[in-house]
């Protein structure tokens, strides 16, 4: 469900605003700009199936503003990937942004008791799940505003010309190879005024740059060493034989620590394809 932005701010559920309460509009022909990066250590490399991605979203303010107020994106699995899956929510807000995400600030409601509205919100079909309307924005009104935004107090500069992680979160990848993309959508970001009298803030749409994708391969299926029982010796009998002792259920041979009986990684074991990679690798030949 999407929530509409009915104030300055971004990522807001309809309040009652005093009118008193209500910034003023701010009128001015400086251009204020953002940075918003969509970031990962994992991109544009190639990862084991099953792999673990992090990721993390940077937004660098313009020194023509007082720091950030607010923003809102969404996290999307590009459509063209080999497999979907459910986008985990991201992690928590920080305590510097705590003014941003429920009860201090003003973000999404909780969904289900599952995090904060700030981590975002699962939307689409089970198994193809992706996370919108990350974020969420300080109380620049004045005023508590009741169950939300109940810390009325500013705080001026966040992310003014310094890079600042303003969410991160990880996921797993399916095991279908291919390359899997990543993107940013709907990304506003709300930047902080202050008038000249000192009075009430100003919000005010920034113009947004910045890098919203990246990608990750997974590779082709990947078995095991042949080296079984991780003894250095390799190819010997007792690596058969430690084999299939550990597939019926029995010990390593001493001394040594044998790798899993998922020998391919395909995630499925017990199972005859195992057995079956085993020997062709063992052979000489390639995992499939």
């Known amino acids: 469900m999407r929530f509409q932005v009915t104030c300055c701010c971004v990522c807001v559920c309809a309040v009652n605003i005093p009118s008193y309460a209500r910034p003023p509009v701010l009128e001015s022909n400086v251009n204020r700009s953002a940075t918003i990066d969509l970031m990962s250590p994992q991109s544009n490399s190639t990862v084991l199936p099953n792999s673990t991605v992090q990721w993390s979203i ?25 497999s979907q899956f459910d986008m985990p929510p991201a992690d928590l807000a920080t305590s510097l942004l705590s003014d941003f995400d429920r009860p201090r600030g003003i973000a999404n409601p909780l969904v289900n008791g599952a995090g904060g509205g700030y981590a975002g919100t699962q939307v689409g079909l089970p198994g193809a799940r992706n996370l919108i309307q990350l974020g969420g924005a300080q109380n ?39 390359t899997y993309c990543f993107q940013l959508a709907n990304v506003r970001v709300n930047s902080l005024e202050r008038p000249a009298n000192g009075a009430a803030w100003w919000v005010r749409r920034a113009t947004t740059t910045g890098v919203n994708e990246f990608c990750v391969t997974v590779a082709g299926q990947q078995c095991d060493s042949i080296d079984f029982n991780n003894n250095g010796l390799f190819p010997e009998d007792q690596d058969v034989i430690d084999f299939f002792n550990v597939l019926a259920g029995g010990e390593c041979s001493v001394g040594n620590v044998c790798s899993d009986i998922d020998f391919n990684n395909n ?12 020997f062709n ?8």
């Not at 940077?58 to 080999?82: C, E, F, H, K, Y």
């Not at 004045?142 to 003014?160: E, F, K, M, W």
């Not at 690798?281 to 499939?288: E, N, Q, S």
Request: charged share 10%; aromatic share 8%.
């Open 140 to 178: 620049t009104f004045g005023v508590s505003l009741g169950t939300i935004g109940t810390d009325p107090l500013v705080n001026a500069d966040i992310a003014r010309n310094a890079q600042v992680t303003v969410a991160s979160g990880q996921f797993f990848l399916p095991s279908t190879a291919g």
């Open 267 to 278: 995630g499925s074991f017990p199972e005859d394809q195992d057995v079956i990679d085993f």
């Open 58 to 82: 940077v937004i660098q303010m313009d020194l023509n503003t007082r720091g950030l107020a607010g923003w809102s994106a969404d996290l999307l699995q590009s459509t063209s990937n080999p």
């Open 281 to 288: 690798v063992l052979a000489g030949g390639t995992c499939p």
